[in-house]
T-cell receptor, first 114, second 109 residues
C-alpha cells in the first residue's frame, strides 16, 4: 500500500510568482484535503476535493485554487505569491469526503517565498 | 471561530519522566484527534476520542476527552527519546479539522 506522496519536497519562489504543488493520494482513497502550516502553527485547512470538485473551503483567498484528477491525485495552485505564503503545505487523503474519516498526511512541501 | 489552545507550548524533560499536555477550547467538538508530527514529515494520527469522558490508552500514552467535549489531555508515562516531536490536537465534526498550535516535546536521554 503506497502512502500519500507530495512533490516537490522544497521550493523557493519570488513574490508575485505562481506555484503548483502536487499530491498523490493513498491507494483506495478518493478524497484529498490541503492544509497550510506556517512556522510555529498548526495546520490550517485550505480546501478539500472529492470527485474532482471542491468539497469545502477554509478562509483562504481565491488565488489559492486546486484540482483533482480522475486518479484522485491533486494539485494546489497559488497565484501572486506573497511572503506570508511561506509555509509547509500538507496534503491529506481519506476514504470518503467530510472529516469523519481518518486523514493520512503526506510529508509536505516546504515553500519559501522571497 | 473555533479555537484550540494547547499547553505548554514547549516541554523538555528527561527520559523516564511523566508528562501531561493539554488541549482546551471554548467550543464543543464532535470528536477530537491527537497527532504527532516529526521534522520533515506530516502529522500522524495517534487517536480519536468521540465520547465525553472517554479515556483511551496507546501503550504509554493515555488520552482523555473532557466530559463537556471541550478539552482533552495527553499523558505520557516514562517518556522515551522516541516520543520527541510536535503533538497536535485537532477538533472535528462535520466541519474541517481545527488544529491547535501544538506542544513541542523534547525527551533527553
Amino acid at each position: 500500500e503506497t502512502g500519500v506522496t507530495q512533490s516537490p519536497t522544497h521550493l523557493i519562489k519570488t513574490r508575485g510568482q505562481q506555484v503548483t504543488l502536487r499530491c498523490s493520494s493513498q491507494s483506495g482513497h478518493n478524497t484529498v484535503s490541503w492544509y497550510q502550516q506556517a512556522l510555529g502553527q498548526g495546520p490550517q485547512f485550505i480546501f478539500q476535493y472529492y470527485r474532482e470538485e471542491e468539497n469545502g473551503r477554509g478562509n483562504f483567498p481565491p488565488r489559492f485554487s486546486g484540482l483533482q484528477f480522475p486518479n484522485y491525485s491533486s494539485e494546489l495552485n497559488v497565484n501572486a505569491l506573497e511572503l506570508d505564503d511561506s509555509a509547509l503545505y500538507l496534503c491529506a487523503s481519506s476514504l470518503s469526503p467530510g472529516f469523519s474519516y481518518e486523514q493520512y498526511f503526506g510529508p509536505g512541501t516546504r515553500l519559501t517565498v522571497t | 471561530t473555533q479555537l484550540l489552545e494547547q499547553s505548554p507550548q514547549f516541554l523538555s524533560i528527561q527520559e523516564g519522566e511523566n508528562l501531561t499536555v493539554y488541549c482546551n477550547s471554548s467550543s464543543v467538538f464532535s470528536s477530537l484527534q491527537w497527532y504527532r508530527q516529526e521534522p520533515g514529515e506530516g502529522p500522524v494520527l495517534l487517536v480519536t476520542v468521540v465520547t465525553g469522558g472517554e479515556v483511551k490508552k496507546l501503550k504509554r500514552l493515555t488520552f482523555q476527552f473532557g466530559d463537556a467535549r471541550k478539552d482533552s489531555s495527553l499523558h505520557i508515562t516514562a517518556a522515551q527519546p522516541g516520543d520527541t516531536g510536535l503533538y497536535l490536537c485537532a477538533g472535528s465534526g462535520n466541519t474541517p479539522l481545527v488544529f491547535g498550535k501544538g506542544t513541542r516535546l523534547s525527551v533527553i536521554a
